[in-house]
């Protein structure tokens, strides 16, 4: 006991801590996915923002590059203007460029009929004077432009000064009288670039972006060019294009870091986890509170019940102790009158009426110590879960019957009375009734034995309704108006070796072992037991039990009992050939049978009986009896070696055990070492005489069934 709740208490102690340790894991766990869900949330909202920011940038810083563009256009359409107005001359152009010069332009040029023959400012850039509409590089988009009255941009390409330009080239048309519009020429400026986007490309710097801009290669071509850029591989950047005279501009646009704010990422990380581990030690330490906790509770709870153990292992040591005082007083007090009247037979054998007196109380003295030597023989057959069922059809009313004429006796003993009714519909039922007639005696004798001279007993037997066909359900009723039971004593009642007073000091004879037996037979049989009582007033005790519904079976009980009384003493005239180790039972076995008008020849042991046997002709003997436990060889090895033999009645002759034990296997043995049927000791000549009817007629035994099992004997 104290092993099974170490090892229960240990279990719990590797649960607990197991328990302390998963609990945390698990928050540290569940903390990191909600972190890394956030994370990745944050990433994606951030990167959204981000982007967001970048595309603004982008449109803000694209338009602001195109009106840089278009001031540089500017400047060709006011000398468009001045060429127009002028029908084809141009005065004045050095005066008008320079005031039109500002540092993002390279240079302001005039081309009549495609050929640049004014530049501003001149020096440094004369090699520009040549025939666009003819050169091998600006020829085709210059045709482009004339044919087709669009600004043109050509470039980037390097310039001779150093760093990079574009040409925008403008043509000019001149309207005739005839209203006829004839090419004139172009007017041209070369943008330095990057100077031109120099504050876009600034404010782009300064936000940290990397940049591109690019531009298609020629109206007619879509492939782009790098204008100017930030040097860097674009990488998913946002996009913005826009168009300026047949050209196609894109703005490319990234965050210097890339799309992930990895710093903020970082920290979030950082406070997150933080938060996380706070969390799960905060969780450690609950837990960790909690045990602290709970094991101070079990100490208390284990406390409890160690002290519990502790006073029913008293209690339990206290009833042992009163009950064997009360056995040592109940076992003596019959043995007492055995002894005193066996000597008084011995002084007054002369005697035939004193003998046959003192014989008398020998016999009740005897019944009474087999009751209680019965008693916890059945208590012990129980408790290992050996009690054996027979199961036989008969009549409740006969039952009810039985019950009466039983306490017949001991109810005019003590001037009581005994009240009987009934109310069924089902008499026949299947069952055992020996068992149920020990149930119903121990409530009854009990229910005389603790009721005053005079009082009243009632035994009430009604049907109860079912749905069922196949089995009946009765209510038992035992009612007294004794000496009744204290509220603290009834919920005991069903204990073994309980009683409410000592039988010394009562003078109630008892083992404390009736109830218990009681409750333990109901229960087998799958009834229920209760008691109601008070102290004083009386007890009712009710027992409710369903029984297998069986034939009416009247008319044939009525035919087999004429079939017995035809056939009279059974026993008369039998020989029988006994195998009985002990002097003393062999002596009373040889009297009893001589008393039926039957023989018998007493053999030691097995071995004996088996030579007997052997040497015996056909008809000198009807039946074997056979003590199982004898010297030399035991009753099994001597009824094997009986059916073994070549004698003539080997398998026939009925072998009947007999023997001071009836649990099951004992039956079992027998049966299975080749014996036809089985009494116990001290062996009762009804119980034999019945046997050896039943053997006779059905050439076997009742069968027996056993205890909580579906097995049959
Ligand atoms: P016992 O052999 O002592 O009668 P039981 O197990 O039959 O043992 O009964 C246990 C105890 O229950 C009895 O000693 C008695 O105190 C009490 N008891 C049983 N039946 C009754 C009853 N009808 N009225 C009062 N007390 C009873």
Redesign the pocket.
């Known amino acids: 006991m104290w092993k099974k709740i170490k090892s229960a208490q240990e279990q719990k102690n590797t649960f607990r801590i197991k328990k302390e340790l998963w609990i945390p894991v698990f928050v540290l766990m569940i903390g990191l996915v909600v972190l890394v869900n956030i994370d990745i949330r944050a990433d994606s909202s951030q990167r959204d923002l981000i982007r967001s920011r970048a595309e603004l940038n982008a449109v803000t810083y694209a338009d602001h590059m195109k009106a840089d563009i278009v001031r540089g256009i500017d400047i060709t359409n006011t000398f468009e203007q001045i060429v127009i107005s002028e029908n084809g001359k141009i005065s004045m152009f050095s005066k008008v460029a320079e005031n039109m010069m500002v540092d993002y332009i390279q240079s302001i040029q005039i081309a009549p009929d495609g050929v640049v023959t004014e530049i501003y400012p001149e020096d440094g850039n004369e090699a520009g004077k040549i025939d666009l509409i003819y050169d091998k590089e600006r020829g085709k988009i210059s045709c482009y432009a004339r044919d087709n009255d669009v600004i043109t941009m050509q470039g980037p390409f390097s310039l001779k000064q150093g760093g990079t330009g574009i040409a925008v080239r403008n043509p000019v048309y001149l309207e005739q009288k005839n209203g006829e519009r004839t090419f004139w020429g172009f007017t041209i400026v070369i943008i330095r670039v990057p100077d031109i986007f120099a504050d876009s490309i600034k404010s782009l710097t300064d936000f940290s972006y990397e940049y591109k801009l690019s531009k298609s290669i020629a109206p007619w071509d879509g492939t782009y060019e790098e204008v100017y850029g930030s040097g860097v591989e674009m990488i998913d950047p946002v996009t913005y294009t826009f168009e300026l005279g047949d050209s196609q501009w894109i703005l490319e646009v990234m965050p210097e870091n890339g799309w992930n704010s990895n710093e903020k990422l970082y920290r979030l990380w950082g406070c997150g986890l933080l938060i996380v581990l706070l969390l799960t030690g905060f969780v450690f330490m609950i837990m960790l509170l909690h045990r602290t906790q709970e094991s101070e509770n079990t100490v208390v709870e284990l406390n409890k019940k160690l002290q519990k153990a502790l006073e029913q292992a008293k209690t339990a040591s206290v009833e042992k102790s009163n009950f064997l005082f ?1 056995m040592s007083h ?1 076992i003596r007090t019959p043995m007492n009158a055995v002894i005193g009247m066996t000597s008084l037979i011995r002084h007054d054998a002369g005697n035939k009426d004193k003998v046959i007196e003192y014989a008398d109380k020998i016999d009740v003295s005897s019944q009474h110590l087999l009751g209680i030597i019965n ?1 916890i023989l059945d208590m012990s057959k129980i408790e290992a879960g050996k009690t054996i069922f027979k199961y036989d059809d008969f009549s409740i009313l006969n039952f009810i019957q039985k019950i009466n004429n039983l306490f017949h006796s001991q109810i005019d003993e003590k001037k009581q009375t005994l009240t009987t009714k009934k109310n069924i519909r089902h008499e026949w039922v299947n069952g055992d009734q020996l068992r149920l007639m020990q149930i119903f005696s ?2 009854l ?3 005389v ?3 005053q001279e005079g009082g009243e007993i009632q035994f009430l037997v009604e049907e109860c309704e079912t749905n069922s066909s196949v089995h009946a359900k009765y209510r038992f009723l ?1 009612r ?1 108006n ?4 204290s509220a603290d ?1 009834k919920d005991k ?2 204990d ?6 000592s ?1 010394v000091t ?1 003078k ?11 409750r333990n037979l109901v229960e087998a049989m799958g009834g229920t037991i209760d ?1 109601e ?1 008070e102290l004083g007033q ?2 009712c ?1 009710e027992v409710l039990i369903e029984l297998r519904i069986a034939e009416d079976r009247t008319v044939a009980l009525a035919a087999q009992e004429k079939t017995d009384e035809q056939d009279g003493n059974i026993l008369q005239g039998m020989r029988f050939l006994c195998a009985e180790d002990n002097e003393l039972n062999a002596e009373i076995l040889t009297e009893l049978l001589k008393t039926e008008g039957a023989e018998c020849t007493i053999c030691e042991n097995g071995e004996e009986v088996l030579k007997a046997f052997e040497q015996s002709a056909p008809g000198d003997y009807d039946m074997i009896l056979m003590d199982v436990q004898m010297p030399v060889m035991n009753g099994y090895e001597a009824t094997k070696a009986i059916r073994k033999s070549s004698h003539e009645l080997a398998k026939k002759i009925p072998i009947i055990a007999m023997t001071a034990n009836a649990f099951s296997e004992d039956i079992q043995h027998s049966l299975a070492a080749g014996m036809n049927a089985h009494v116990s000791k001290p062996v009762e000549m009804k119980v034999l005489e019945k046997t050896i009817r039943s053997i006779k007629s059905s050439g076997e035994a009742p069968k027996c069934r056993l205890l909580n099992s579906d097995k049959w004997i």
């Open positions: 009360n109940d008693d121990n409530l004798s009990n229910a034995k603790y009721t035992v007294d004794g000496i009744g039971m004593f009642i069903f073994a070796f309980t009683r409410a007073e039988s009562n109630i004879q008892g083992t404390g072992l009736g109830m218990a037996i009681t008691v009582s009386g007890s005790f």
